[in-house]
C-alpha cells in the first residue's frame, strides 16, 4: 500500500518523485526523535524533510526547524544542540481533532454558551 500511496497520492507526504530526486541529489542531513528524516542538496541550497508518516509541518521539531528555514546551518545531529528555556516540547497541530482549543462561545465548547448581554445591534440598510 505505502508504494500505491507514493505513486499515486502527493497528500500522504513522499511522492515517487521525491523519492526518486531524494536518492538522486539528496544527501541525508540526519534523522530527528519523530522518525522524520532530513535532506539537502550537496551544495546545501535547498533543504526537505521525508516525513515519517504523514506530511505536516508541525510535526519538526524546533531545533530541525531552525535548520530547516536558514535560522542556523548546522543541524542539530551535527552539535551539542541545547534546547532555549523558552522552548516548549513538541504539540502537533489539533484543528479537527477532538482535543483542538474550543474558546468560551464556541458552539463546539463543551460549557454552555453564555446568554447575549444585549450590547449587539444588527445593522439595517436604509430604505
Do not use: C
Amino acid at each position: 500500500m505505502s508504494l500505491f500511496r507514493e505513486i499515486f497520492t502527493w497528500w500522504d507526504g513522499n511522492t515517487i518523485g521525491t523519492r526518486f530526486h531524494t536518492w538522486r541529489k539528496g544527501k541525508f542531513v540526519g534523522e530527528d526523535e519523530l522518525g522524520n528524516r532530513y535532506y539537502q542538496l550537496n551544495n546545501g541550497e535547498r533543504r526537505w524533510v521525508i516525513y515519517k508518516n504523514r506530511a505536516d509541518a508541525s510535526l519538526i521539531p524546533p531545533g530541525w526547524h531552525g535548520w530547516m528555514h536558514y535560522s542556523i546551518d548546522t543541524p542539530p545531529t551535527d552539535q551539542n544542540y541545547q534546547e532555549k528555556s523558552w522552548q516548549k516540547d513538541h504539540i502537533p497541530n489539533l484543528t479537527g481533532t477532538s482535543r483542538a482549543h474550543r474558546p468560551q462561545g464556541s458552539v463546539l465548547a463543551s460549557t454552555k454558551r453564555p446568554s447575549a448581554t444585549g450590547d449587539y445591534e444588527s445593522w439595517q440598510p436604509d430604505k
